[in-house]
């Protein structure tokens, strides 16, 4: 067995070539990747898949290997990022100096003023102060007159500068416009954008990547063998959403409302919220989950898991009832695994006889009810059909909520489920 420090941590994302272009707080290190690929004996002519790709880490380590990858991601914004991040094979001294092109014509921007109060929601002016803001609005207005190949590669340098360049606290996972003081040292943003470019265009030569084919879908995890094909797969890798009420289409608001792709959380909801599994309870419409809070698919694939989980949605129920905040996370559980279950049944078509899938995942305690999401995966896949599961337990969660008397007691941890075909 791999040893679990071969696996890494997502830090390792945060240094590694391409893989650092865009911080996301939901990932894993590309070392699990590569150990996985190693175990399970993947090479040339292979193919992994993974239904919850997020920004690329598993189609990018498949890249450096020579494998060959199908990744899935239903958040536009966040499969952008990683079509970009995996698309990186570009002429370095074009972006060079297409990297000057742009500063020169953002300065004369810059100095013509022509900016307005109403270019962004209320969100944007809030995390830059004036002189930042018009900086930003110079810099995107002249990467978007840039009609090249490269757009792309400086439409993400600037979005990975903005969290650099706010005066706001806007760290992951949240954006805290409140905090505005929060950092003492000011950033400028063209000092920042520029750092990003020579970062990226230095990646682009270091990033040694193999013979491969790579196919980023911009798509439901729910449809995966849609998208690989019936018994095509040797590896299913992915670290689906967890059972912890983190909003994804709200993570990214700020990038999004900077490049005007939606100007209010309405327009999350209905282009990002509502394409997503659930997992989070700003997903959940009380009045159309009759049908999902029964799981139906669940009950089909284990029954005894049906049981458990009815008890745990019915606790969590009552629970609502006495808590101020009243949180759906009865319908949240209910709907996050009906979901879930739709991904192993695919996952289970898509996959060849014999081959592995792997899923990175955390369990969760909502209200102080322990919901045990490894084991449940596990089970629901020997359902499905996989002949068996295995729990590798890789660190444990919540450690750092130990003094906060508001948090539940409950120990957590993290694990690597493997389930063979």
């Not at 409140?178 to 020579?198: G, H, P, Q, Y």
């Not at 084919?213 to 690989?228: E, M, P």
């Not at 359902?383 to 337990?393: H, L, T, W």
Request: glycine share 6%; aromatic share 10%.
């Amino acid at each position: 067995m791999t040893q679990v420090s071969a696996y890494g941590t997502f830090k390792d994302s945060l240094s590694a070539p391409i893989h650092r272009w865009f911080t996301y707080p939901a990932g894993y290190s590309h070392k699990l990747v590569e150990a996985k690929c190693s175990q399970f004996s993947l090479g040339a002519g292979s193919l992994i898949a993974d239904p919850f790709v997020g920004t690329g880490t598993t189609s990018l380590a498949a890249k450096s290997l020579g494998i060959n990858s199908v990744g899935v991601e239903a958040h536009p914004f966040v499969h952008w990022v990683a079509q970009t991040k995996i698309n990186h094979e570009l002429d370095t001294d074009l972006l060079k100096k297409e990297a000057v092109i742009i500063m020169d014509e953002a300065r004369d921007l810059l100095s013509e003023g022509c900016f307005t109060e109403a270019e962004w929601p209320d969100l944007v002016h809030k995390c830059f102060d004036r002189e930042n803001l018009d900086r930003l609005y110079s810099l995107r207005a002249a990467i978007l007159l840039l009609s090249s190949e490269r757009q792309d590669f400086f439409k993400l340098a600037l979005t990975a500068a903005l969290r650099d360049t706010t005066s706001a606290g806007a760290g992951w996972p949240y954006i805290a416009p409140s905090k505005f003081a929060e950092r003492k040292i000011k950033r400028n943003a063209f000092d920042e954008f520029s750092k990003r470019c020579v970062l990226m265009a230095a990646d682009v030569t270091a990033f040694a990547a193999a013979s491969s084919n790579h196919n980023l879908v911009k798509g439901d995890a729910r449809n995966l063998a849609s998208f690989t094909g019936k018994g095509c797969v040797d590896m299913v890798l992915t670290s689906p959403p967890y059972l912890n009420n983190y909003d994804y289409a709200d993570r990214t608001r700020l990038e999004t409302y900077f490049w005007g792709l939606y100007n209010s959380w309405a327009d999350i909801t209905t282009q990002v919220r509502d394409k997503l599994m659930m997992a989070a309870t700003t997903q959940v419409r009380r009045n159309e989950m009759a049908a999902i809070s029964k799981m139906p698919l669940v009950k089909s694939l284990d029954s005894k898991v049906h049981t458990g989980l009815q008890d745990a949605v019915s606790r969590l129920g009552e629970l609502r009832k006495q808590k101020s905040g009243k949180k759906s996370y009865d319908m949240m559980t209910a709907g996050y695994f009906e979901d879930m279950a739709k991904v192993i049944v695919q996952a289970y078509k898509a996959t060849k006889p014999g081959c592995p899938m792997i899923l990175v995942l955390g369990d969760s305690a909502p209200y102080g009810v322990h919901v045990p999401t490894d084991e449940i995966i596990g089970r629901l896949a020997v359902g499905a059909g996989f002949s068996s599961y295995q729990i590798e337990v890789i660190r444990t969660r919540g450690d750092k909520w130990a003094g906060n008397s508001q948090r539940h007691k409950v120990p957590l941890r993290e694990s690597i489920v493997t389930v063979i075909r």
